[in-house]
Nanobody, 121 residues
Framework: QVQLVEFGGGLVQPGGSLRLSCAAS????????MRWYRQAPGEQLELVAI???????EYAGSVKGRFTISKDNAKNTVGLQMNSLKPEDTAVYYC???????????????WGQGTQVTVSS
């Protein structure tokens, strides 16, 4: 069974940094697009960053220049380096990945369990 497991949330002061990681486990053939989302209390789910199979990246305007998404194909992981954190970055962060279990490249979406990031002094 395919699972995404996240690591690295926590409490950080404004201006600080955190790194989130997400690892795919289980039996599968291929990973496609990987994304990070976040959801602040009372707010809708927000797309934060995307990384495609060829390594192209895109970011939400609110995090561009501060966050960096990366992946390690050998380890089946995706990371999110968050710098210059602001209180408004406080949210539960979720990783999301398109994964093909078999060699037919029929991708399905999988989600991590979420990890809390709190930016506060």
């Amino acid at each position: 069974q395919v699972q995404l497991v996240e690591f690295g949330g926590g409490l950080v002061q404004p201006g600080g940094s955190l790194r989130l990681s997400c690892a795919a486990s289980g039996s599968f053939f291929s990973i496609g697009v990987m994304r990070w989302y976040r959801q602040a209390p009372g707010e809708q789910l927000e797309l934060v960053a995307i990384i495609t199979r060829d390594g192209s990246t895109e970011y939400a305007g609110s995090v561009k220049g501060r966050f960096t998404i990366s992946k390690d194909n050998a380890k089946n992981t995706v990371g999110l380096q968050m710098n210059s954190l602001k209180p408004e970055d406080t949210a539960v962060y979720y990783c999301n990945a398109q994964i093909s279990v078999y060699s037919d490249y029929r991708f399905a979406e999988y989600w991590g369990q979420g990890t809390q990031v709190t930016v506060s002094s």
